[in-house]
């Protein structure tokens, strides 16, 4: 086992898994171009194949390699890479991300993270990594290096501590391909960022498809949700949001919805950890980041599809 950027960067080269942080989650990455590698990857996550992955590159002249921006996907790399955004395009050489990546599809979803232990991992590989978050399909994505390991460090050689992740929800994902740019994914950059340099989104329709995190069940604790919650009720754990209480699990004692967002998932799993009888969540407002915190969590009750 191996801890170290050469070191990991060798074991994706030999095929291998390695556990790897972003800003966003932490990430259990596989070569992308390597078929037995990507499946490996699917099998220690449990994950569905037709589930398409996120290639990760270090910025827009990698991602130009394998996939085709156009002027629209420039603006928006432009402005928000390195950070918390996926774009989806049209794949331009198949072999630099094999097609169980791309769940078959002639697409691919490309994004550049701006923590810097990883972007010093995919500068040592020189070609794009597949790094899905590092839990078990389904459950909370892993924020911390401990959650990571704890979820999937069984598959891996190698592990990189890049500390707690500073965003703490997964990419938002954005398709541009013919017709408008469609929104995907809610996730870490919220829609008013990205029409302020774009315009208006469209709503996924035919291509959401193409993007990951899009079942039905979805970043779920083994306790059932309870959403838009008042009070907890008898042996509910209680996810506080704005009540000026601080613990373990507080979404965000003051109500800040960022802070609220880099705590989602670590909170999910230390309600999770007391074996309660379910999981009360109080109301949280669907502006800005709440639109994301939202979506994940109405997905972890298994409301959306």
Same mark, same amino acid.
């Given at each position: 086992?191996?801890?170290?950027?050469?070191?990991?960067?060798?074991?994706?080269?030999?095929?291998?898994?390695?556990?790897?942080?972003?800003?966003?989650?932490?990430?259990?990455?596989?070569?992308?171009?390597?078929?037995?590698?990507?499946?490996?990857?699917?099998?220690?996550?449990?994950?569905?194949?037709?589930?398409?992955?996120?290639?990760?590159?270090?910025?827009?002249?990698?991602?130009?390699?394998?996939?085709?921006?156009?002027?629209?996907?420039?603006?928006?790399?432009?402005?928000?890479?390195?950070?918390?955004?996926?774009?989806?395009?049209?794949?331009?050489?198949?072999?630099? +991300?094999?097609? @169980?990546?791309?769940? #078959? $599809? &002639?697409?691919? *979803?490309?994004? !550049?993270?701006?923590? %810097?232990? =990883?972007? /010093?991992?995919?500068?040592?590989?020189?070609?794009?990594?597949?790094?899905?978050?590092?839990?078990?399909?389904?459950?909370?994505?892993?924020?911390?290096?401990?959650?990571?390991?704890?979820?999937?460090?069984?598959?891996?050689?190698?592990?990189?501590?890049?500390?707690?992740?500073?965003?703490?929800?997964?990419?938002?994902?954005?398709?541009?391909?013919?017709?408008? +740019?469609?929104? @995907?994914?809610?996730? #870490? $950059? &919220?829609?008013? *960022?990205?029409? !302020?340099?774009?315009? %208006?989104? =469209?709503? /996924?329709?035919?291509?959401?498809?193409?993007?990951?995190?899009?079942?039905?069940?979805?970043?779920?604790?083994?306790?059932?949700?309870?959403?838009?919650?008042?009070?907890?009720?008898?042996?509910?754990?209680?996810?506080?949001?704005?009540?000026?209480?601080?613990?373990?699990?507080?979404?965000?004692?003051?109500?800040?919805?960022?802070?609220?967002?880099?705590?989602?998932?670590?909170? @999910?799993?230390?309600?999770?950890?007391?074996?309660?009888?379910?999981? !009360?969540?109080?109301?949280?407002?669907?502006?800005?980041?709440?639109?994301?915190?939202?979506?994940?969590?109405?997905?972890?009750?298994?409301?959306?599809?």
């Amino acid at each position: 086992m191996t801890s170290d950027i050469e070191g990991a960067a060798r074991a994706l080269k030999a095929g291998s898994l390695v556990l790897l942080p972003t800003e966003t989650v932490y990430g259990l990455g596989a070569d992308a171009a390597n078929p037995a590698a990507v499946a490996a990857l699917f099998e220690a996550k449990g994950r569905p194949r037709f589930n398409p992955l996120i290639a990760h590159v270090t910025g827009l002249a990698a991602a130009q390699r394998f996939a085709a921006f156009d002027e629209r996907a420039l603006r928006l790399a432009e402005a928000f890479w390195p950070g918390p955004l996926t774009i989806v395009a049209p794949i331009t050489d198949e072999a630099a +991300v094999c097609d @169980l990546a791309r769940a #078959g $599809l &002639d697409t691919v *979803a490309v994004r !550049a993270p701006s923590h %810097p232990m =990883a972007r /010093a991992l995919l500068a040592a590989c020189d070609g794009p990594v597949c790094a899905p978050s590092a839990n078990r399909s389904g459950r909370p994505s892993p924020t911390t290096f401990q959650d990571a390991v704890d979820e999937t460090g069984f598959a891996v050689q190698a592990m990189l501590d890049g500390g707690p992740c500073t965003v703490g929800l997964e990419s938002t994902v954005v398709a541009v391909l013919d017709g408008p +740019v469609r929104l @995907l994914r809610l996730g #870490g $950059l &919220d829609r008013a *960022a990205i029409e !302020a340099v774009i315009g %208006p989104l =469209a709503e /996924a329709d035919g291509d959401a498809k193409r993007s990951p995190g899009r079942l039905v069940r979805h970043y779920a604790p083994d306790a059932p949700l309870r959403l838009d919650a008042r009070a907890s009720e008898d042996g509910e754990a209680w996810l506080g949001f704005g009540d000026g209480v601080d613990s373990p699990l507080s979404l965000s004692p003051s109500g800040d919805l960022r802070q609220a967002a880099q705590r989602l998932f670590s909170a @999910l799993r230390a309600a999770d950890r007391l074996k309660p009888r379910g999981i !009360a969540v109080p109301p949280i407002p669907e502006i800005g980041l709440g639109e994301a915190i939202n979506d994940r969590l109405r997905r972890a009750a298994g409301f959306v599809g």
